[in-house]
């Protein structure tokens, strides 16, 4: 396992299109995250989980996005009716243990025309 | 809440020279970590390194050192040596110590660009 893997690595929809991305953590990672990033501005928090709990949602993670990690180990990010406003970089990172560093994936940019 | 602040959008430093870059952030935790991270372009994060609050000595990771100023609530990065490979965004972040919350707090970051 060489790190955290996201996939695609570049998506382009249109507006109104619902989207989905895959984030696989470091194997024997137990604590996964998400990150929206957008153009000149740091990662911020969307949510995350401890194996398959969701254990906090950021106030940014409207109703239209759902973050599921079913049996602990990939997880996926749906936006759904996309709006250009959601074009950023999604950052997905992941960790051993909560005061353990974080590891992040190369990101899957999103383009909504 | 707790904030993070960089106030050094951009900054330049020559190649084998040192930079500093600034980091603040507002916090009312007596435990909590202290992070810089490298973002090379279009390459995935990397940490550079930690600090936790309640430790007085200040990280050093080779080429790498932090002033931590916990009663100044101030954080900043020195780079030795400069080298072409540490031109990148770099993001300070915060994260409370313990419990639940897990979740780093990033800084808007600065980009360092390096002259050869």
Known sequence: ?113 | AQTVTQSQPEMSVQEAETVTLSCTYDTSESDYYLFWYKQPPSRQMILVIRQEAYKQQNATENRFSVNFQKAAKSFSLKISDSQLGDAAMYFCAYRNYGGSQGNLIFGKGTKLSVKP
């Open chain 1, 1 to 113: 396992d060489t790190g955290v893997s996201q996939d695609p690595r570049h998506k382009i929809t249109k507006r109104g299109q619902n989207v989905t991305f895959r984030c696989d953590p470091i194997s024997e990672h137990n604590r996964l995250y998400w990150y929206r990033q957008t153009l000149g501005q740091g990662p911020e928090f969307l949510t995350y989980f401890q194996n398959e709990a969701q254990l906090e949602k950021s106030r940014l993670l409207s109703d239209r996005f759902s973050a599921e990690r079913p049996k602990g180990s990939f997880s996926t990010l749906e936006i759904q009716r996309t709006e250009q406003g959601d074009s950023a970089m999604y950052l997905c990172a992941s960790s051993l243990e909560v005061e353990r560093e974080a590891f992040f994936g190369q990101g899957t940019r999103l383009t909504v025309v």
